[in-house]
């Protein structure tokens, strides 16, 4: 049996964490789920701010603007909103309550259903880390969820801390987590590892992957690369073909920019790097901006806030373009034919950062490997994407095989 709340036309059912309006499935970030499941438990009385961050963020420091913009996001997909306030009303200087008629149903799962082990939920706290690299840089890593290990190569922009409360990864890191331990850390220039360091280059980053591994004490474990982070784990998988399980790689490269001869992509790299120079960490986000609009072109306001955000506390200036400088000279097309592990590679056809081209030839290069096309054309797979549902498909299917 599966507790299910039903309001107007929804259905929420809490061990599926599925929200219906009649058969359609409305997409959610799993901290959006959990407030409104929250709400609808606690709808006999207003609930505070406090209580809210207790029950949803374990009771973590949240800004105000967070709060604000999770509680528009239940009302948004209720089908209320904050002039309406006809399911979601708010009591001033107290709370919120839903105010909604409620009905609370035990629904029979099917069979098979029933015989499915209940899946576990993804801790909402987050253990970091801290190991030292071969030369002596500190990297962190993050820990979360119980599992078979699933390691997400570091790349250029992230911070441990800020992607995990993120409306841009948040959502994507608790799915990927969903039954898995979870590990994934900053690379050397970014978020919370260390900034001021020799060394950045291709062979550099590989080193902190292998630091991190040894530090976690991995045996056999699945690898995930993201944009750079795929030629990175395919350098990896390649040093330690005995270690990956499983290989998947979304919107990749082989080639960096600067190495896939064409003059007019040096150029564009030029161009990347002297603007980068002058606008990097100013306070006016219009440089910012332009990065986001390639990197999350269907990205909602707030997404993209907290993009621009993530591009000035994520690493300085003078690192924006030592690790854009890197990632242009990468080149692993020749370590392609060596990879034994199984490998999944996904790209979005439209994707503007890393052209659709580039993760074909990437599949092509890999013996046996399996390619995905999704239709978008975020870098950054979000909530609400076309590709979303299909790219957790492909990858969980293919990592419990």
Not at 81 to 100: C, H, M, N, P, Y
Not at 168 to 176: A, G, H, P, Y
Not at 179 to 197: F, K, M, P, Q, T
Not at 330 to 355: F, G, N, Y
């Amino acid at each position: 049996m599966t507790l299910q709340f039903h309001f107007e036309n929804h259905a929420l059912d809490i061990e599926r964490r599925e929200l219906r309006r009649g058969s359609e499935l409305i997409a959610m970030e799993p901290q959006v789920f959990d407030l409104l499941t929250y709400l609808l438990q606690n709808r006999d009385r207003v609930v505070t701010k406090d209580d809210m961050i207790a029950a949803v963020w374990s009771g973590r420091i949240v800004s105000e603007s967070t709060l604000t913009s999770r509680i528009n996001a239940v009302r948004k997909a209720v089908g209320d909103s904050g002039d309406e306030q006809r399911l979601i009303r708010t009591i001033a200087r107290k709370g919120i309550r839903f105010v909604g008629e409620v009905s609370e149903k035990a629904a029979q799962r099917s069979t098979a259903a029933a015989a499915r082990p209940p899946v576990v939920p993804v801790p909402l706290h987050q253990e970091v880390h801290f190991c030292t690299a071969s030369d002596g840089v500190r990297i962190a890593y993050a820990e979360v969820g119980k599992g078979i290990p699933l390691l997400r190569t570091g790349h250029w922009l992230t911070h441990l801390e800020y992607d995990w409360e993120s409306p841009v990864w948040s959502s994507f890191l608790q799915e990927i987590a969903v039954g898995r331990r979870l590990i994934r850390y900053d690379a050397r220039g970014n978020g919370l590892s260390d900034w001021e360091v020799a060394e950045i280059s291709f062979e550099a980053f590989v080193r902190d992957i292998e630091s991190v591994v040894e530090a976690t004490g991995l045996d056999k474990f699945d690898l995930l690369g993201v944009s750079q982070g795929a030629a990175i784990s395919v350098a990896y998988a390649i040093r330690h073909p005995e270690r990956v399980r499983h290989l998947v790689l979304y919107g990749g490269f082989a080639r960096g920019r600067r190495m896939r001869g064409s003059q007019q992509e040096i150029a564009n790299s030029d161009a990347i790097a002297t603007l980068m120079r002058q606008g990097w960490g100013q306070e006016n986000p219009a440089f910012r901006q332009m990065f986001t609009s390639q990197f999350i072109p269907g990205a909602t306001a707030e997404q993209m806030e907290w993009f621009n955000d993530l591009q000035r506390i994520t690493t300085s200036p003078d690192n924006a373009v030592r690790l854009r400088h890197a990632v242009d000279l990468i080149d692993v097309t020749d370590l392609l034919p060596r990879v034994q592990s199984p490998t999944l590679v996904l790209h979005c056809r439209h994707d503007a950062v890393q052209p659709f081209e580039e993760g074909r030839r990437l599949a092509a290069g890999i013996p046996g490997a399996r390619f995905v096309t999704l239709e978008g054309r975020n870098h950054v797979i979000l909530p609400g994407d076309a590709s979303w549902e299909r790219f957790f498909e492909e990858v969980k299917a293919f990592l419990s095989s």
